[in-house]
């Protein structure tokens, strides 16, 4: 199973920008998918989660600014920030709960993409 993340790049302080992630390889359910994000010299913190069923949960600090969604069909979630402050610079990482043709699930992360904001 693998998460391949993208659409990481440098922004303008109140500009937009759309992350996206498809999984691929042995998968029999995605549960939870969700993003976080590391900063420099920071630890990873979680940034916002959806449901199979679509419930989605976000980080204070994110709420009213980004949207998580996903496309179970196609195996992708996406997260799309508006808004974005200098302090939303950060390596983001796609998480997702995946479970095999065998019947064992395992947490999943893509390589990160980042994300850079700034004049």
């Known amino acids: 199973v693998q998460l391949q993340a993208s659409g990481g790049g440098l922004v303008h302080p109140g500009g937009s920008l759309k992350l996206s992630c498809v999984a691929s390889?042995?998968?029999?359910?995605?549960?939870?998918m969700g993003w976080f994000r590391q900063a420099p010299g920071q630890e990873r913190e979680f940034v916002a989660s959806i449901s199979n069923g679509g419930r989605t949960n976000y980080v204070d600090s994110v709420k009213g600014r980004f949207a998580i969604s996903r496309d179970n069909s196609k195996k992708t979630v996406a997260l799309q920030t508006n808004s974005l402050k200098p302090e939303d610079t950060a390596v983001y990482y796609c998480?997702?709960?995946?479970?095999?043709?065998?019947?064992?699930?395992?947490?999943?992360w893509g390589q990160g993409t980042l994300v850079t904001v700034s004049s």
């Open positions: 390889g042995n998968i029999f359910n995605i549960a939870g």
């Open positions: 998480n997702a709960e995946i479970m095999n043709w065998a019947g064992y699930q395992s947490d999943y």
